[in-house]
């Protein structure tokens, strides 16, 4: 029977069963290889691995720390192909050239490789780091590599000291201290510029010289273990700084664009505490509602909205408080953004196959109570969640969707069959992210009818009120605004609006019937109630709740 490379490593001994095991969950909540969570954890090194590997595949393997191939050798490649593909011919053995590679999916370029060059080629696998500076030493860097050497930015080991590490340490370090969520960098034909998004709304904080776009790029690039030798195509990739008491989680994303790449940087503060559902910014009523949805036994709950609306943070917060040891919770996430003691989380890998459906189907067989689906994308994962919950699960999942009512449409539009919907929903929680203004220089102001009536109020029901607008100051930057609360848009599936979901009703009759049996409660309600308590203003609720509005048109 074919052995993996865990069991290679253990019947080798140079690895004991618990560290396997230690490993390999490591790796399913990093979403690593198996390789990587070994080498990270400090249990065994590269080239032990490469070699188990190598058993593993039946491939051969090479040692490039020792000589350098033959010049003749490293012509039949071409430089650029070697490079970008992370491959070198080693050896020719009968009439077959023999490239070393350091993972076996590379294996695929073998085809390739042979119609280029004419002839047969053979794979042998050598360890990453000693292939990486086999290939520098053989063809030099590259161009983008070069500009990097010359700022200082040689490999991964370079001097702290070095002008383009500390542009980049102090980036992070103005982006934490100004309580970034993301770094964009952006080039142009003049300039490469930062910006940070704090509290929901991006601004300009550095301009670059271009010439520092190539260097910063590949710094960044080296941290997120990505190809620098590939500008063409997308990537992602992860950096995890070690900030003094401050771990921080960085998720790195790369765009090629006409100027070159364009980078976003989202940034995870794992020092924070989670937050709690008191603190999301609930009314005592829909506090209430939400609290009576997450301690039912089963059924299906619903939260939606666009990226950035702070639904993960809602579902963690559930997950938190529903978080006892007689519960068994599991959660399907892409990614796994934070880690909850006494709570199983699996992050989703598509590479390998392992999407939300799969999981989910998987799951069902841990016996949990609790189970979380990070997003319904598809009629698979819709139909499998809606079994969970028929099947006395209680399950958590997000929609993309602009409002309450439209979550059930969506789930009936993807394949889903009404009666599932219908028999599975108890409820759906829309909600945005409005920016809290700042205590520190907010100037109170009695509200015009004009502007009551935009918040959907009655002046002959709440007087003249006075409220809060935002004016600027030192703590919030000359913003108005420091931090962010949520607007929240409650639906509860009463029996009438499930007999209508199991008919296909259309989106405007369930709204209309929703708002008619009070069991839906519009985000503009909830702002108008945030803005009279003095949390928020006019314009901001105006700006999330409006827009919405004018997206159901």
Request: charge should be positive; charged fraction near 25%; glycine fraction near 8%.
């Amino acid at each position: 029977m074919t052995q993996n490379l865990g069991e290679v490593l253990v019947a080798q001994g140079a690895l004991t069963p618990e560290q396997l095991r230690e490993a390999l969950a490591f790796q399913r909540n990093g979403g690593i290889r198996l390789s990587d969570a070994l080498v990270k954890l400090g249990f065994t090194d590269e080239v032990s691995v490469s070699r188990a590997q190598a058993k593993v595949e039946g491939l051969p393997f090479v040692d490039l720390s020792k000589g350098k191939p033959p010049d003749k050798l490293l012509a039949r490649v071409p430089a650029d192909f070697a490079r970008q593909q992370g491959l070198l011919p080693v050896a020719e053995k009968n009439g077959r050239l023999v490239v070393a590679v350091d993972d076996p999916m590379k294996r695929i370029l073998v085809d390739q490789l042979s119609f280029m060059i004419g002839g047969e080629v053979a794979c042998a696998l050598a360890a990453p780091s000693a292939l990486k500076g086999a290939l520098e030493r053989c063809y030099g860097p590259t161009a983008e590599e070069a500009v990097a050497q010359k700022m200082g930015v040689a490999d991964a080991t370079e001097s702290d000291d070095a002008p383009i590490v500390r542009l980049v340490r102090r980036m992070f370090d103005d982006a934490l201290n100004a309580r970034a969520s993301d770094i964009h960098v952006e080039p142009s034909q003049s300039r490469v510029r930062v910006r940070f998004r704090v509290d929901g709304m991006l601004r300009d904080v550095a301009e670059h010289p271009p010439h520092l776009h190539a260097p910063l790029v590949s710094r960044l690039k080296i941290m997120a273990s990505m190809d620098i030798a590939e500008k063409r195509k997308p990537q992602d990739g992860r950096i995890e700084l070690a900030l003094p008491g401050r771990p921080i989680d960085v998720r790195v994303s790369i765009l090629p664009t006409n100027h070159g790449e364009t980078m976003v940087m989202r940034l995870l503060d794992r020092s924070k505490s989670l937050i709690g559902l008191q603190e999301l910014g609930f009314g005592d009523e829909d506090y209430a509602r939400f609290k009576k949805w997450i301690q039912r036994p089963n059924g299906l709950v619903l939260v939606t909205g666009p990226t950035g609306s702070g639904k993960t943070t809602t579902l963690y917060a559930a997950l938190s408080e529903l978080n006892r040891p007689d519960v068994k919770i599991l959660t399907a996430e892409d990614p796994v953004e934070y880690h909850i003691r006494g709570i199983n989380q699996v992050q989703v890998h598509p590479k390998i196959g392992l999407n939300f459906a799969r999981i989910l189907k998987a799951m069902l067989r841990a016996a949990p109570n609790i189970i979380l689906v990070g997003e319904i994308r598809d009629v698979e994962t819709a139909e499998i969640a809606i079994q969970a919950s028929l099947t006395g699960h209680l399950v958590f999942s997000t929609l993309h969707t602009n409002d309450a009512p439209s979550a059930i449409t969506r789930m009936v539009d993807m394949g889903v069959k009404p009666f599932l919907v219908a028999g599975s929903v108890h409820g759906v929680m829309a909600q945005r992210l409005v920016r809290k203004v700042c205590k520190e220089c907010a100037e109170s102001y009695t509200a015009t009818p004009a502007e009551l009536a935009t918040l959907g109020l009655d002046p002959a029901l709440v007087g003249m009120p006075t409220v809060k607008r935002a004016r600027g100051c030192r703590t919030c930057e000359g913003s108005g605004y420091r931090g962010r609360l949520g607007l929240f848009e409650l639906m509860e599936m009463n029996e009438e609006l499930k007999e209508l979901a199991f008919r296909g009703a259309s989106l405007d009759e369930l709204r209309a019937r929703a708002l008619a049996n009070r069991c839906l409660r519009p985000l503009l309600v909830d702002g108008a109630r945030k803005v009279l308590l003095g949390q928020t203003t006019t314009a901001e609720v105006l700006r999330v709740a409006r827009a919405a509005d004018d997206q159901k048109d």
